[in-house]
């Protein structure tokens, strides 16, 4: 049945598979198939089918859900038994596209999410879930988390492996954003990765480990250039 939503929902998947350096392509899952998400919604193989059939050309790659920032064009997109799968070729000779990249190979960004609307679904009375079974889907998006995954670790049975889950999880952090910050990013992008740093490093310090500052100085970017650079060290301070 089609359930008349007009609004536009996003949902995520873990899961970039592999990265071609040399020509900015990304593989990865776009959607999984049969799982109950965050939502309450199990997407159904066959749901993009259509959608890819009739709108193939026209689906691209953006960063964060932003449509004002494309980074790429999808060459291969197809359903398979268990997920969307997708082949993205990133402009990596755009200064987004390059630093989303060096993102994406660093480890910062390692999920994807897709955004479409839904065309037909139906409730399962029996497992209390929405099934979807068609969409139209607009566009794919290498994402950072949707929310702190300091704040969202279940299914731990003691407080020590609570915090071996934090601690893991900061020094993975830490030590992608070391490795991104000395590769060839912008000043925008390196002053936002600074703040998170200092940031993690405090709080690291509270988890009782031990971190060391980045080695490589960042240029701090002018005044009339930090606009963008404020949104971003705002999106990383509520996200960390």
Known sequence: MSNGNTSILYKSAEGLLDV???????????????????????????????????????????????????????????????????????????????????????????????????????????????????????????VTLAANPLALIEGVKSIEDANKLRNEWLTERFNNLEKLIKSNISDELGLAIEFELKSLKQLATMEGLKVTEPTKEVTQPTLEKADNAKDIVKYLLDNI
């Open 20 to 142: 071609d350096d040399s020509k900015g392509i990304v593989k990865g899952l776009g959607s999984v198939f049969g799982n109950i998400d965050s939502d309450g919604d199990i997407i159904e193989k066959g749901a993009y089918s259509k959608t890819i059939q009739e709108n193939r050309n026209r689906i691209k790659y953006l960063y964060q859900h932003r449509l004002d920032k494309p980074i790429g064009k999808m060459t291969e997109l197809n359903e398979t038994d268990s997920a969307l799968e997708f082949v993205a070729e990133i402009a990596i000779k755009t200064r987004l596209g390059k630093d989303v990249f060096e993102m994406i190979k660093a480890g910062v960004i390692s999920e994807n999410s897709v955004g479409f609307r839904t065309v037909k679904e139906q409730y399962d009375q029996v497992e209390k879930v929405n099934r979807i079974k068609e969409v139209k889907l607009y566009e794919i998006s290498a």
